[in-house]
């Protein structure tokens, strides 16, 4: 009897063990922050309500194709990651899952995914094997040539914005595209401080690497800082369009404004500390930004009937 709980006990973990690798191979908090963008474009493209198994059905597409596409890059960077603090624990990197076994999964997950996409629209599925094939196979290599690969990475980074809108189009359903790229233009800037504020806190690792994150070869710099006060000056005149073009009202309008004018004053910190806490006030300002962002906009779109 006791043999058999400890094989039974010795299957469950093993078991929990895989479920848990593939939720680090898919870095599932990121795809779901990604996929979270895509649902709530989705829901705010016109006529469309709230259907809880349509946003099911998307969201799990979204994280199949975003789940292959980090796979992808896990397998692509599995010796940098190993060489790293932060990542040398992933499933690849660490020789805890052959590379092999991650390919099929990415193969499969990426196949369902873009089925699923084109269930919605011929727009949504090839935008995701665009975002997919960006990321996997030219942002991924290029982090390592040069700094323009966060300019490249930022394309697929906005691209779930115009996906999720383009999923709204069906037959006679199929409305201009401007709101789509809206909101791509408001996801694509806010990547820079972003991004830019991880790379700094992380910049040892990153450097030891091999990677070419950040826009000055120096390192983290005035001019690094001074790149993303710039990027988040531009998400200023950029959050006002959902207002000035009907997709939501007033009172998202002033909480963009509030939450734009709080990320230049994050960035200008930065630049005025030059630290690494500094930088990090960024980060985790950048995550709630974009949490608040896109549910304002949700709650206070515009519908029409």
Known sequence: ????????????????????????????????????????????????????????????????????????????????????????????????????????FAGVAGVIGLCIMYSFSTEAALLSLLSLVLYGFIYTPLKKI???????????????????????????????????????????????????????????DYSTAGFKLLPSDKGPTKFTALQGIMYSALMIPIGLLPYMYHISGTISMWILLGCNLFMVYVSVLLFLRMDIPAARKVMFSSYFYLMIVFLSLYADKIKFN
């Open 146 to 204: 040069n700094s323009i690969a966060v300019l490249v990475g930022a394309i697929p980074g906005a691209l779930p914005c115009l996906i999720g809108w383009v999923a709204s189009f069906t037959e006679g359903n199929e409305h201009s595209w401007i709101g789509g790229w809206i909101l791509f233009a408001i996801q694509f800037l806010w990547q820079f401080p972003h991004f830019w504020a991880i790379a700094w806190v992380a910049h040892k």
């Open 1 to 104: 009897m006791d043999d058999k709980n400890e094989i039974a006990n010795s299957t469950s973990f093993v078991l929990a063990s895989k479920v848990k690798d593939y939720f680090l191979l898919t870095k599932f908090t990121l795809s779901f922050m990604v996929v979270f963008s895509t649902v709530i474009s989705y829901l705010l493209a016109p006529n469309i309500k709230f259907d809880l198994l349509q946003v099911l059905l998307l969201f799990v597409g979204g994280m199949l194709v975003t789940g292959s596409a980090n796979t992808i890059n896990q397998i692509l960077e599995k010796d940098t990651d190993a060489m790293m603090h932060r990542t040398s624990k992933r499933p690849v990197a660490s020789g805890r899952m052959p590379a092999q076994e991650a390919w099929i």
